[in-house]
Nanobody, 124 residues
Framework: QVQLVESGGGLVQAGGSLRLSCAAS????????MGWFRQAPGKEREFVTD????????YYADSVKGRFTISRDNAKNTVYLQMNSLKPEDTAVYYC?????????????????WGQGTQVTVSS
């Protein structure tokens, strides 16, 4: 089992920044690729970004490319999401997730463990 706890969400004005953190406990953190997903009201959960076990490769949804940055610190068992130039359409609950497979995947169903989510609200 892997337990994931997100923090850092909140209310910010358009153009502002937030940094989300996701602390992991349980199994060996470095054995998992980590991802961030988000879910807006009335919409399906969608991929935002993910990072490989070592942190050497990252992937982003087109909607956040150039604005968001994912990183991880395997010594601290933590993954981060730096969000800059936020837009009202970024408003959602943000979830971090872990998956143990070796294939690169951005699919919700491929992730094994999920945090409880943290709300991000961007006002216009």
């Amino acid at each position: 089992q892997v337990q994931l706890v997100e923090s850092g969400g909140g209310l910010v004005q358009a153009g502002g920044s937030l940094r989300l953190s996701c602390a992991a406990s349980g199994r060996t953190f470095r054995n998992y690729a980590m991802g961030w997903f988000r879910q807006a009201p009335g919409k399906e959960r969608e991929f935002v970004t993910d990072i490989t076990r070592s942190g050497s490769s990252t992937y982003y949804a087109d909607s956040v490319k150039g604005r968001f940055t994912i990183s991880r610190d395997n010594a601290k068992n933590t993954v981060y999401l730096q969000m800059n130039s936020l837009k009202p359409e970024d408003t959602a609950v943000y979830y971090c997730a872990a998956h143990s497979g070796w294939a690169i995947t951005h699919t919700v169903n491929d992730y094994d463990y999920w945090g409880q989510g943290t709300q991000v609200t961007v006002s216009s």
